[in-house]
């Protein structure tokens, strides 16, 4: 029989140095002071959550907690440091013995003192993706797949399965059945595949970025020794970003917080918005049942954004069935209206953004200080162009710019061949998407073709024909693709559309699939390109546009020190990459059913209401201004314009919460 007998330390009568009362609102007092046990914050958009998760280490600090025995959990280095950095200020004293940061990196520290016990060296290096793509490479040489045959993924697009079947606990056949079903005939083969990597691994005492949590699961699994060592050690475990994690980090949180039931998480359900890259939504909707008794607190005193934005925010959210009612409630002053602008069709609309930015810069509003925010990249195509157009600088925080994305020039190197049958560096690029030709391979065939192409003076078909002979047999049949597809490039070279619909429909989708994860995004972003061609009158000032957009892009990657006015640029970002930022003036743009929500979305109730949280996230990113916008008509593939419907997220918002604005032309008569 044995019974329990709590250690009390020893420790003279708590003196807090911090004011909590003071410093805090009551929702956030109350969550950073709550007694021990499971708990759950939900914290709504622009209520202070950093700072409530930072006043809560500090004050188990000031109880009395040692710090070793607290472990702090984030999604980035960036926001790691931060919540250091703030409780060290708090406390007027560093704190190294305190566990914080990501998972990741937790993950690594452990592993390093007990790496050993599953068969690695603690010394063990950890690959980046160029490392792992190349040994997932040797893996398919090794096991002696015939990649021509038939199109296989590629070794990015394999890794990618990979970590989704990992940070999921889904099988290899059950991610492909959910994402990648034009590849479920080479789900043995992806399997197999799949265990030759993990061996590879082990054998080169290597692990990649998602071993670091795997291996991590793994070692408090099947060591009851080491799992009993750090629940003890960690009295306290605190997550940020709850609804972020996916089920293996939530397997890890609850198994180390399985012995003192001191786990406080804290996030948004409202801005869980990551489900495509393995983020669990249950985890943080389920939390209570995991953890009978658990307390939940709501922060909903929000300080960034006016009441009426706050207004239209609540409602944007109110539809969804599944999740914690909360009311955003504001703290700041009364402003203006959310405006609602309904736009003739897409150029419109960009016309609208691009005066309305440049008003408000006159007004004295920097342009750096405004974002338009988009669901996908396609868009914001007739924007970028507008920008460009009327010299407004900006720049594209969630990445590369639309003209510069490795499919969009693709595309563009073969109507850039047809067009200029002597354009080197569109034919190397070409080359080098076919199996078996590196750069020194390219640059032997682009001798080899440009001589056949001057002295017979032929078709660049025709002159890619004659080199067949030089061509590697590893890619021999594709060699013979890609000669067809310039033929018919050829017989349609007066219209881009056409010649863009024609490259989609030889294989170029196929290599899409094969090569990226979001491969129906950018095949969605490749028909709204062959729909914006078509306002041009010839494949070349189509490809003038291109190369002019393409090269104010190139002049903005600026070294830093630069004047200062070359800074102010207006932000353009999809909403994903927006999250956590905030903005004076936020444009809302596209907001048709079918694009926002974006129409694969809206086969399930699930991804409509994430969608619908994406939405939010948009509204809540703005603090004095927010303008909803929608094109009546839009350009769309396979020729002619299409009547749009406005968002039903629109529908659902009050009219009394918004000001419809009602464009006019300029007439100077």
Not at 214 to 225: A, G, H, M, Y
């Amino acid at each position: 029989m044995s019974r329990e007998y709590h250690l009390q330390p020893f420790r003279a009568p708590v003196e807090l140095q911090i004011d909590y009362a003071r410093e805090l609102n009551e929702q956030q007092y109350a969550a950073v002071t709550a007694v021990p046990g499971p708990a759950l914050v939900i914290a709504g958009a622009g209520s202070g959550k950093t700072r409530a998760l930072t006043f809560r280490v500090a004050w188990l600090l000031e109880q009395g907690i040692p710090a070793e025995r607290i472990l702090l959990l984030t999604f980035t280095n960036k926001a790691a440091r931060e919540m250091m950095r703030r409780v060290v200020d708090l406390l007027g004293r560093e704190l190294p013995e305190l566990w914080g940061g990501t998972f990741h990196s937790i993950g690594n520290r452990l592993l390093r003192l007990h790496a050993d016990r599953l068969g690695f060296g603690r010394d063990f290096t950890i690959l980046d993706r160029d490392d792992a793509k190349e040994l997932l490479g040797a893996c398919v040489t090794d096991a002696g797949i015939d990649t021509k045959a038939a199109r296989f993924p590629k070794a990015d697009l394999l890794g990618d399965i990979f970590s989704v079947a990992v940070n999921t606990h889904l099988s290899i056949d059950e991610v492909v059945a959910s994402r990648y079903g034009h590849f479920s005939h080479l789900v043995p083969q992806i399997t197999d595949l799949q265990r030759r990597y993990v061996e590879r691994k082990r054998t080169a005492n290597a692990m990649d970025f998602d071993d670091l949590l795997v291996l991590w699961l793994r070692l408090l699994q099947e060591n009851s020794d080491v799992l009993e060592v750090y629940q003890r050690r960690f009295q306290f475990v605190l997550v940020d970003e709850y609804q972020d994690t996916n089920r293996l980090q939530a397997d890890v949180i609850d198994l180390l917080a399985a012995r003192h039931k001191n786990v406080m998480v804290v996030g948004d359900d409202a801005q869980s918005i990551y489900a495509w890259r393995g983020a669990n939504f249950e985890n943080i909707l389920k939390f209570p049942e995991r953890y009978p008794g658990a307390q939940v607190y709501k922060i909903e005193t929000n300080y960034r954004s006016t009441p009426e934005i706050l207004a239209v925010a609540n409602a944007a959210i109110a539809a969804n069935a599944r999740q914690f009612h909360k009311e955003l409630v504001p703290a700041r002053r009364p402003g203006s209206k959310p405006v609602l602008v309904i736009c003739n069709e897409g150029s419109e609309q960009a016309a609208f953004v691009a005066q309305r930015a440049l008003e408000l810069r006159e007004e004295g509003m920097a342009l750096e200080r405004m974002a338009v925010l988009y669901r996908s990249h396609f868009h914001a195509l007739e924007l970028q162009l507008e920008l460009t157009r009327r010299g407004i600088p900006f720049s594209i925080t969630s990445g590369i710019r639309f003209f510069e994305q490795a499919h969009i020039k693709d595309v563009a190197a073969h109507l850039k061949l047809v067009a200029n049958p002597r354009d080197e560096v569109a034919f190397k690029r070409l080359a080098k998407l076919l199996p078996g030709i590196g750069d020194k391979g390219a640059d032997r065939l682009w001798a080899e073709y440009d001589t056949k192409f001057k002295s017979a003076n032929e078709s660049p078909s025709a002159a890619l024909k004659a080199c067949s002979a030089r061509v590697p047999k590893k890619a021999a049949s594709a060699w013979a693709q890609f000669v067809e597809t310039i033929a018919q490039l050829e017989s349609s070279k007066a219209n881009a559309e056409a010649m863009i619909q024609l490259l989609l429909d030889a294989g170029y989708e196929e290599h899409l699939q094969a090569t990226y994860t979001n491969h129906e995004s950018r095949l969605e972003d490749l028909e709204q390109l062959a729909a914006f061609a078509r306002q041009f009158s010839s494949v070349g000032d189509f490809l003038t546009q291109l190369a002019l957009l393409t090269n104010v892009e190139a002049q903005e990657e600026k070294p830093a020190g630069r004047r200062e006015q070359d800074d102010e640029q207006l932000k353009l970002s999809t909403i994903h990459q927006a999250k956590g930022l905030e903005f004076d003036v936020v444009f809302l743009i596209m907001l048709c059913d079918g694009l926002f929500p974006s129409a694969r979305s809206l086969d399930t109730a699930d991804g409509e209401e994430e969608e619908r949280r994406l939405f939010y996230v948009g509204i809540t990113r703005a603090k004095d201004q927010l303008y909803l916008s929608y094109p009546l008509l839009r350009a769309v593939s396979y020729g002619g314009d299409a009547i749009q419907q406005p968002s039903r997220f629109l529908r659902e918002i009050p009219s009394e919460l918004i000001e419809e604005w009602n464009l006019r032309p300029y007439n100077s008569l």
